[in-house]
């Protein structure tokens, strides 16, 4: 079982550049995430999606789009990079909203925007 | 607006004791995350608080006080393996998390 899979590792990208982050769980959760992780500070929410066919925006979703075609993948999608999206991305799954569910992360992409 | 404050870095010696604070103001309160994320990897989950009190799990402990938006982490018989960054999240009335920007936790032999 792998879990929460994401590709690429890392990547450079030229400024106005589209670039798809691609996410992948084995593990049926309902719900999943993109976060940005940038130094010194926390987490920070991009989009969400509850269920299959349904997406939310999060903390910081400008310059950002998702779509949740099914339960598996949840790709993320910039349209026209800029340095400031230069950032660590996480994808997460869970279960559901509530309870005690945890969030399951990917190993992140890093990207790099010049 | 949402808060979540913790320190930045805390040192501490191996085989020793180490409480990480995390206060926070958020809209509504969900529940309170702790993760471990090693550099360059992924956040892993440690522990979960909903009601106060203290949640034992081995070596490590979570603390929460609703009243006072407070939580703390507590690692015992701290080993260099415990040398990470630790993330305090809380799920909001929108149930989504809002993190703080975690604490480096260096561990001295």
């Given at each position: 079982i792998a879990g929460i899979t994401q590709a690429p590792t890392s990547q450079i990208l030229a400024a106005g550049r589209r670039m798809t982050l691609r996410c992948t769980q084995?593990?049926?959760?309902?719900a999943m995430y993109w976060y940005r992780q940038d130094l010194g500070l926390g987490l920070r929410l991009i989009h969400y999606s509850n269920t299959a066919g349904t997406t939310g925006k999060g903390e910081v979703p400008d310059g950002y789009s998702v779509s949740r075609a099914n339960t598996d993948d949840f790709p993320l999608t910039l349209a026209s990079a800029v340095p400031s999206q230069t950032s660590v991305y996480f994808c997460a799954s869970s279960d559901?909203?509530?309870?005690?569910?945890t969030q399951y992360f990917g190993p992140g992409t890093r990207l790099t925007v010049l | 607006g949402q808060n979540i404050d913790q320190p930045t870095e805390m040192t501490a010696t191996e085989g020793a004791i180490v409480q990480i604070n995390c206060t926070y103001q958020t809209s509504g309160f969900n529940g309170l995350f702790w993760y471990q994320q090693h550099a360059g990897e992924a956040p892993t989950f440690l522990s979960y608080n909903v009601l106060d009190g203290l949640e034992e799990k081995g070596r490590f402990s979570s603390f929460l006080s609703r009243s006072k938006g407070y939580s703390y982490l507590l690692l015992k018989?701290?080993?260099?393996?415990?040398s990470a960054s630790y993330l305090c999240a809380v799920r909001d009335s929108n149930y989504q998390l809002i993190w703080g920007a975690g604490t480096k936790l260096i561990i001295k032999p």
């Open positions: 084995d593990m049926r959760h309902n559901s909203l509530a309870g005690a569910d | 018989e701290l080993q260099m393996k415990d």
